[in-house]
């Protein structure tokens, strides 16, 4: 603690009684806000704010709902690394497919095996693609493939936790084909999104989806898991997800970061002057990674030989000038905005990688809320208007 009444983050955790996870929470939820982000230790707290959550107003009332109210034992996240049911992210990348990495989520070794759509679904999947409205965005268009997946499964009402695991995969393989300029012919996902996002090489494809497979309790998770517990089918759960997740903040913030990144790679001092004039830079922040975000560093490493000099040596200089003075991490999102520069990707290539890789984790989600109570989602609204 120091003389000014600052707390790191672990002091905070400490000080309150509760898990570093569980402080990330508070933030991420405004119930906490940091006074700065430190390069070398992570976020600073004023002690008057933290004493506020013990002895203030909130003392006494119901905590707030945060990530630490949900168990989980799916994936752990820190503030430089990222593990699946203790597997870290880096040590899979090259060494185990997404469907080998959607089994370890899952906890289903079946979901190694591709879905393979009849020719019937793949006609309906595309006369309904064919019909919907020139610019048409990529999110809508996984949405409705969800709803052919969906429409078209005998099973789409049946909870048990093999029909949902194979849900799972049906919808992400639904998603993919809908892909502009997506295959239809592959055994893995991988070989589904390639020909959409060529040039990009097969093996950063591969890589992205590991990466993104899941995060913990996203808001597009909790979505899922909400609407498990309310009752609704696997596909509906999934649904509910591709909703939450269709935000620039959330799963889309990598077209966002295209749009700033490609001008600012050009003139990065220009960009540099304007991230801290208006005190934000798009794909530089993040509510939990206060040292680096390894999603990030491991896709930078595989397209660095793709990435001209000036283009690498102005995000790097980007990268050192941001952390030093805001203490913002450059996240994946950046990297996924630089594969779209680097190959000529189309804006969305990004969010297609993303959406597709994160049908993994919202179905392990999915499975493990089955286990909970149903409807135990239920928020407690403090009235505030007329009496």
């Known amino acids: 603690m120091s003389d000014e009444g600052e707390l790191t983050t672990a002091q905070v955790a400490d000080y309150l009684g509760v898990k570093v996870q569980t402080v990330y929470a508070y933030v991420s939820r405004g119930v906490l806000a940091p006074l700065r982000r430190d390069p070398a230790g992570g976020s600073i707290f004023a002690l008057a704010d933290v004493r506020e959550l013990v002895t203030g107003p909130r003392a006494g009332r119901r905590r707030p709902a945060t990530s630490e109210d949900v168990r989980t034992s799916i994936t752990e996240v820190g503030a430089g690394r990222l593990a699946y049911r ?90 993919a084909r809908a892909v502009p300029g997506a295959g239809t012919r592959g055994s893995s996902l991988g070989e589904l999104l390639h020909t959409a996002l060529e040039p990009c090489p097969g093996p950063v494809v591969d890589a992205g989806l590991v990466l993104l497979a899941d995060h913990d309790l996203a808001v597009s998770t909790t979505a899922v898991r909400v609407a498990v517990s309310s009752g609704a089918d696997p596909f509906s759960a999934l649904l509910a997800g591709l909703a939450a997740a ?35 830079a798009p794909g530089f922040g993040h509510v ?100």
């Open 246 to 280: 269709d935000s620039p903040r959330h799963l889309t913030s990598s077209v966002q970061v295209v749009d700033w990144l490609g001008p600012a790679l050009t003139a990065p001092q220009e960009a540099l002057d304007g991230a801290l004039v208006a005190d934000r």
């Open 86 to 175: 203790g597997h870290d992210v880096r040590n899979l990348v090259g060494h185990a497919s997404f469907e080998e990495v959607r089994a370890l989520l899952t906890g289903h070794p079946e979901d190694v095996e591709p879905v393979r759509p009849t020719p019937s679904e793949e006609q309906h999947l595309a006369a309904l693609l064919a019909v919907l409205p020139p610019g048409t965005g990529l999110l809508d268009r996984l949405k409705h493939a969800v709803l052919v997946a969906r429409a078209t499964d005998p099973g789409r009402q049946d909870r048990r936790p093999g029909s949902v695991a194979h849900a799972g995969r049906r919808a992400a393989t639904f998603m």
């Open 288 to 387: 939990v990674y206060t040292e680096q975000d390894p999603r990030a560093q491991v896709l930078l490493k595989l397209i660095r030989s793709d990435v001209g000099a000036q283009r690498w040596d102005a995000l790097r200089w980007l990268e050192a000038e941001l952390v030093d003075r805001r203490g913002w991490v450059l996240t994946v999102d950046v990297a996924l905005a630089l594969l779209v520069l680097t190959y000529r990707l189309p804006r969305w290539g990004g969010a297609a990688l993303f959406a597709c890789a994160r049908t993994a984790g919202w179905t392990a989600h999915a499975l493990e809320e089955l286990a909970e109570p149903g409807m135990r989602f239920r928020l407690r609204g403090v009235y505030s208007g007329p009496r």
